[in-house]
T-cell receptor, first 114, second 112 residues
């Protein structure tokens, strides 16, 4: 099992550019989520999904879109990048049911917006 | 407001000097409390899940305990390789399914 994988590892964007952060898991988990991590702020939830075709907003969703067409993949789209979106992004997954709340994280994508 | 607070923010220990990290939470109905370890430039690595007050989990030099208001991560005779940031997070019944609320972490440094 590869667990949770994320690509790219590092990306530099210019303000206004768009991009997609990829996330995939091979554990057949129903629940997937995206977090951003900023110094002094801790991990904050952006969007999450409880299964294919179902997504919802987290604490800091503005400027980001998600979709979930398969159980395995949960891409995060930045529509028009802003310097405030410079951060480290983590994808996570879990079984989602009672007793399966433990989330497993990917290695992260470091994003710099100039 | 649902909140998770970790203390101290940073902790420096000598190798072999045991200590504890604290995670206090104010949520309506705890469903689970989680401890993660995060090394620089890496994603959080799962350590423990605790579900009910009085529960304890152990792994090598680490032991996690849970009360109704807080959790402790006890580190016994730490080694330099235990240096990392330790994150605490909770899931509660009042929140959306499975969503974690994280504390800001405790950065642990263990000197040889």
């Amino acid at each position: 099992n590869a667990g949770v994988t994320q690509t790219p590892k590092f990306q530099v964007l210019k303000t206004g550019q768009s991009m997609t952060l990829q996330c995939a898991q091979d554990m057949n988990h129903e629940y997937m989520s995206w977090y951003r991590q900023d110094p002094g702020m801790g991990l904050r939830l952006i969007h999450y999904s409880v299964g294919a075709g179902i997504t919802d907003q987290g604490e800091v969703p503005n400027g980001y879109n998600v979709s979930r067409s398969t159980t395995e993949d949960f891409p995060l789209r930045l529509l028009s990048a802003a310097p405030s979106q410079t951060s480290v992004y983590f994808c996570a997954s879990s079984g989602g049911g009672w007793g399966q709340e433990t989330q497993y994280f990917g290695p992260g994508t470091r994003l710099l917006v100039l | 407001e649902d909140q998770v607070t970790q203390s101290p923010e940073a902790l420096r220990l000598q190798e072999g000097e045991s200590s504890s990290l604290n995670c206090s939470y104010t949520v309506s109905g705890l469903r689970g409390l989680f401890w993660y370890r995060q090394d620089p430039g890496k994603g959080p690595e799962f350590l423990f899940t605790l579900y009910s007050a009085g529960e304890e989990k152990e792994k090598e030099r680490l032991k996690a305990t849970l009360t109704k208001k807080e959790s402790f991560l006890h580190i016994t005779a730490p080694k330099p390789e235990d240096s990392a940031t330790y994150l605490c997070a909770v899931v509660h019944y009042g929140g959306s399914q499975g969503n974690l609320i994280f504390g800001k972490g405790t950065k642990l440094s263990v000197k040889p």
